[in-house]
């Protein structure tokens, strides 16, 4: 029987061969009191793709034990931490809490500080013997994580680079800001790219339709996934259904219900990380705006065209006009133009194109396609909207429904709605 | 293979505040305390290195006390010089609980005791301030996910067959300190009701999701969610919502209901102390299917054949078998052990 620990057992133990769990790499978050330190610190999670288990602030009031006791169960891979020059021993408090918590764990877990680097250097050193490395830059540190990921994972990694790829080819091949939205089974992925090259990135991890879709539940709650559902189900039962297919990640739905209930998992993901996007002080905004939104994965590989739309329009909700192409096989096809628009009361939408002229009053909530092939010239009389585009094989999307979409609370006015959205748009087999 | 005699390793995460744990090589059996401390009550930060006129990194050396070390009001945790001595006392009765790269110390009186029992029979393979291993050969069926902390107990029936659903009808306080098994379901009446009548745990094809949020939160996941508080233990062996237990598996669990069992809950596993010969249980179970609609898993029947590419009613087409009738979507089929 080992009588306490000695002195040096709780900081000094013997490191061991370093390799990661399986899985994403989780990583645990430490910050200044600053709002703004949390969301430099969380812009590099979400860049890097990695699952954040835990962010801490120094201004916690929870007591040192407890916070290294939240550490130590969150079994972090890795300590993101962020200094700034001033204010360099906020955090000190924190890493001691690293210290006690995450010491003896095998293998032990990384610190990664950013920031002032003089302040960085020395909350680093103070972590030993948890490895600690600086960053100079969040581009390096994101890199650093990503080779962490890569190292010693045997599962397939997340298709950041790939995606990020993309969106940087369409944005260069369109001349404009491209959004690119990868919905997979544990990794959803809302890439801005700029015709420059400059990227906007939320990686959010673990959200998906499978592995991921029981993480989305406990993120948002049964019931922002249920709303999204065309006919009626209790949440008792949702919940199994949700489980089960986190549980089963390559799984193949095979009933119209069970692909409802992936569209609306993929909603409610992307919706999450816009919302983790926000919360990073990321340029959402710009990504709603974006004039061409590209769809890949799970998202882009619904047998219907009109499934990626639905489900992309819903979760996306863009703010103006937008092209929207998804990937089949290697290359990206145009579903069609999504129209947005909020009139007063009605407005009246005309569309030019080889075919003649179109015309087509809309009232507040309408939501409906128009056949359209080509390019296409379009104005609104009372809503501000105009532009020339290139429709899609399903025409152009008019969307009176407002931002954001509301949805019905009762099942008994939402069901309908749903169902009249889905049928316009033809996007669910009878 | 569902079961197998096997030689496992069990990891018990300990908790911060670790005051006795067993060494390297010690035998134990399951349900033996392998580590033992206190809970942190209001921790109070003393100067350490400063107090003494120190260098913070010399304080490790003039110690008194190892960290982690309990002690009373008013013992001597440092002291420095001779005729002018420095010392620096403990200032409640408590432990010790860090020292700083500053030379600070962090001392903290004890809240609650708490234990960390072993799952298996066998010897301590690995022992540190956050873990023990304990490494032994035992019958083990994995499972799918575990809830609650780590149940020791003896094995028994609560189920006359792999179909049925455990009915709370039929717990009672004899049954405590048992591990139970179900069949096809176990619903969060069946769960509370057991935890209330001091069953150790309880296994069986599945839980209800919704259940087992009622009962340990909804920030849980289909992972599991290992816990040390005092709430029941559930190891579901398929799915969530109804599995059957194929025969496979749900045989060998009534054969060998008797016998001494564990459930530990990080690996989601189901331990069972019995002899190698005990019985032929190590058959290879059927595959499992997951329903058209998510809502289910059960065991597939034998003699399937591959049917190509087919289209299905959610328009998606897909390699498939074709079993009994049935289509199916070959990633929709999977092996009972398969890791997931």
């Given at each position: 029987?080992t009588?306490?620990?000695?002195p040096?057992a ?12 399986r ?7 430490l ?5 703004r330190?949390?969301e ?7 860049a890097?793709?990695?699952e ?5 602030a120094a201004?916690d ?12 169960d ?8 962020r200094?700034d ?9 924190l ?17 990664f ?24 830059t969040d ?7 990503r ?18 790829r993309?969106?940087?080819?369409i944005?260069?091949?369109?001349g ?6 990868d919905?997979?089974g ?7 790219a700029?015709p420059?090259g400059?990227?906007?990135?939320v990686?959010?991890?673990p959200l998906?339709?499978g592995?991921?879709?029981?993480r989305?539940v406990a993120d948002?709650?049964?019931?922002r ?7 009626p189900i ?9 489980f ?12 119209p ?8 998992l993929?909603r409610?993901?992307?919706a999450?990380?816009l919302?983790?996007?926000a ?5 959402v ?18 047998p ?10 819903d ?19 145009t579903v ?7 009139p ?15 015309e ?12 359209a ?14 532009g ?15 931002r954001?979409v ?7 006015e ?9 049928a ?7 | ?42 921790v109070v930060?003393?100067?350490g ?12 050396r003039?110690?008194?006390?190892s ?16 005729r ?6 403990a200032?409640t009765?408590?432990r010790?609980?860090?020292l ?23 010897e301590?393979?690995?022992s540190?301030d956050?873990?023990v ?17 780590d149940?020791?107990?003896e ?20 049954l ?17 009701r057991a ?8 296994v069986?094809?599945?839980?209800p999701?919704?259940?087992l ?7 849980i996941t289909?992972?599991?969610s ?5 709430s ?9 919502g ?7 598996v ?18 989601a ?5 019995a ?6 249980f190590?058959?290879?179970a059927p595959d499992?299917t ?5 809502g ?10 591959t ?13 498939a ?6 289509v199916i ?12």
């Open positions: 029987m009588v306490s620990t000695g040096r709780s900081v000094e133990l013997g490191q061991t061969a370093r390799t990661l769990s899985g994403p790499v989780g990583a645990v978050l910050h200044a009191r600053e709002g330190t949390r430099a610190v969380l812009r590099v999670a979400l890097a793709g990695v954040v288990r835990s962010s801490i201004a009031g929870r007591s040192f034990v407890d916070l290294a006791q939240q550490l130590r969150a079994h972090p891979d890795v300590v993101i931490a200094v020059r001033a204010k360099g021993d906020e955090l000190a408090t890493v001691e809490a690293v210290r006690l918590g995450c010491a003896a764990q095998r293998p032990m877990p990384h610190l500080v950013l920031g002032d680097a003089r302040a960085a250097a020395t909350l680093a050193t103070r972590a030993a013997p948890i490895p600690g490395e600086t960053f100079a581009a390096d540190a994101v890199a650093a994580l080779a962490l990921r890569r190292r010693d994972d045997e599962t397939p990694p997340p298709r950041a680079e790939e995606t990020e993309a969106a940087r080819n944005a260069s091949l369109a404009t800001d491209t959004l690119v939205v919905v997979g544990m990794a959803t992925s809302c890439v801005l700029r420059a400059e990227i906007v990135a990686h959010a991890v998906g339709v592995a991921g879709a029981d989305v948002g709650g049964i019931d996934v249920r709303r999204w559902l065309p006919t209790d949440a008792p039962a949702l919940l199994e259904r949700v089960n297919r986190a549980r089963w990640p390559d799984a193949v739905p095979t009933s219900g069970a692909l409802a209930l992936e569209m609306a993929a409610e993901a992307i999450r990380a919302l983790d996007g919360a990073a002080g990321l340029d905004t710009g990504m709603r705006a974006a004039p061409v939104v590209a769809l890949g994965g799970r998202l882009a590989a619904f219907r065209a009109a499934q990626s739309l639905i489900v992309a329009v979760a996306v909700e863009p703010s103006g006009l937008a092209t929207i192409i998804r990937e089949r096989a290697g290359t990206y096809e069609a133009v999504v129209a947005p628009l909020w007063r009361r009605s407005a009246v939408i005309r569309l030019r194109h080889a075919g003649g002229e179109t087509q009053r809309v009232a507040r909530g309408g939501f409906f396609l128009m056949p092939k080509g390019r296409v010239g379009l104005t609104a009389t009372g809503a501000n909207l105009r020339t585009v290139e429709a899609g094989g399903l025409g152009l999307l008019v969307d009176a429904r407002g954001p509301d949805l019905p609370q009762r099942d008994a939402r069901i309908p709605t749903l169902a009249r959205w889905h316009a748009v033809s996007a669910l087999p009878v | 293979m569902a079961w197998r005699y096997a030689r496992w390793t069990a990891e018990h995460a300990l908790p911060i505040g670790v005051a006795e744990r067993r060494d390297l090589g010690t035998r134990v059996r399951a349900g033996d305390v392998i580590g033992a401390g206190a809970t942190a009550g209001n930060r003393l100067a290195a400063r107090r003494l006129g120190i260098a913070a990194a010399d304080l490790a003039l110690l008194r006390v960290v982690g070390s309990e002690v009373v009001r008013g013992t001597v945790l440092a002291r420095t010089g001779r002018f001595a420095r010392t620096l006392s200032p009765d408590g010790l609980m860090h700083t790269a500053d030379g600070d110390l962090y001392f903290a009186p004890a809240a609650a005791r708490w234990i960390v029992r072993s799952t298996l029979d066998g301590v393979v690995r540190d956050a873990c291993a304990v490494a032994g050969a035992a019958w083990g069926l994995s499972g799918l996910a575990a809830y609650g902390p149940a020791v107990g094995l028994a029936l609560g189920v006359d067959a792999p179909t049925d659903e455990l009915q709370p009808s039929r717990l009672d306080v004899r405590g300190g048992r591990i139970l098994v179900g069949g096809a379901r176990i619903a969060a009446e069946a769960i509370t935890h209330a009548c001091a069953i150790a745990g309880l069986a094809g599945a839980a999701a919704a259940g949020r009622v009962v340990y939160g909804n920030a289909a992972a599991g290992a816990t040390r508080d005092d029941p233990t559930v190891l579901c062996l398929v799915g969530f109804t599995a059957p237990l194929p025969r496979e749900f045989a060998p669990l009534a054969a060998l209901a008797g016998s001494r069992a564990a459930i530990h809950a990080s690996s596993r189901l331990f069972v102390f002899p190698a010969d005990a019985g032929d190590a058959q290879d499992l997951l329903a058209g609609d998510y289910a898993v059960r065991p597939l029947a034998n003699g399937r054949a049917a190509g590419e087919a289209r299905f009613a959610s328009e998606v087409t897909a390699e078998l074709r079993c009994g009738g049935e979507p070959t990633a929709n089929v999977m092996p009972f052990d398969a890791e997931r």
